[in-house]
């Protein structure tokens, strides 16, 4: 069996962080496992409270997964702070970690900040080097190449200029924009873009997670990058044309929706 290493925060109402991470991955029938950098309390309406690991907790995690049972791939989600993610980066190098898909987790969609803003410096210095895609969604990207993305024009020129600085495959993911769902991935120059039409459905808390472990998943079962990301975007519809409706506010997905 394969085994694929969550790294991100916990979501107490299941539907976002290492708790959809774990549930793409029993989907995707690999062995998961978590490293939680973070306690949050949220639920479908918002974030109401963050605890965060202390920096020897998340070592010592680590230690544990990597020196037991060696992850096949590893995501990355929410990191928070800068202390945290130098952490992070210093024992996926100790370990040498293969397979690293960065989502750059930075705001809730209800718009609570899940990274410290002394963080991001770290997140492009110490993590963004080692990872070998990364998923930011809209407005990740337009913090990462510091101007605003309304089209699939603008998608493009955002993974030009982060590609200045980041030598991983750049997946910009289009859940954001108003028509359609398209997202970009961008290979060392070459463009190739995964597009569905939008599904109608409000419910889209930890679509970001689930997508990137869903790519981890593919990796670590040996496909190449493209392959990953295709297979994980058509779980990515399916989860949510399943049509779960839970919560009173933005409700999480179907994950065991092929099961
Ligand atoms: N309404 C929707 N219909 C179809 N796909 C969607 C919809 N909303 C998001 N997605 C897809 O979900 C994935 C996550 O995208 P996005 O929502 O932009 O990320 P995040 O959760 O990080 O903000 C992408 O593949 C995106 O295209
Ligand atoms: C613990 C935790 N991690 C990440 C997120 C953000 O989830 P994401 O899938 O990027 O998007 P939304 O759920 O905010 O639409 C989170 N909420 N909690």
């Not at 309406?45 to 020196?67: H, P, R, S, W």
């Not at 410096?121 to 913090?143: R, S």
Request: hydrophobic share 40%; glycine share 8%; charged share 20%.
């Amino acid at each position: 069996m394969k085994k694929v290493l969550t790294i991100a925060g916990s979501d107490c109402s299941g539907g976002a962080g290492i708790q959809a991470d774990l549930k793409t991955m029993t989907a995707h029938k690999v062995y998961g496992m978590s490293v939680i950098t973070a306690l949050t309390a949220q639920n479908t309406t918002g974030v109401y409270g963050i605890l965060e690991a202390g920096t020897e907790f998340v070592a010592n995690q680590m230690d544990c997964v990597f020196t037991d049972i060696v992850p096949d791939a590893v995501k990355i989600g929410m990191v928070s702070s800068a202390p945290i993610i130098e952490t992070i980066a210093k024992k996926l190098t100790e370990y040498q970690a293969k397979n690293i898909v960065l989502d750059p987790v930075m705001v809730s969609t209800s718009g609570s900040k899940l990274l410290s803003d002394d963080a991001m410096d770290a997140l492009i210095t110490k993590l963004i080097p080692l990872a070998d895609i990364i998923t930011p969604n809209l407005p990740e990207a337009e913090c990462l190449c510091g101007f605003s993305i309304h089209t699939k024009e603008e998608m493009v020129r955002a993974a030009e200029a982060i590609a200045k600085f980041c030598k991983a495959a750049i997946l910009i993911k289009g859940g954001h924009l108003s028509d359609t769902a398209d997202d970009l991935l961008y290979t060392a120059g070459k463009t190739h873009w995964f597009s569905s039409s939008r599904v109608d459905n409000p419910n889209t808390h930890g679509t970001g997670c689930t997508l990137s472990s869903a790519i981890a998943c593919n990796l670590a079962m040996g496909y190449p990058a493209e392959t990953s990301v295709e297979h994980a975007k058509n779980y990515i519809t399916g989860a949510l044309q399943a049509g779960l409706d839970l919560g009173k506010g933005s409700g999480p997905l179907d994950h065991c929706f092929d099961l």
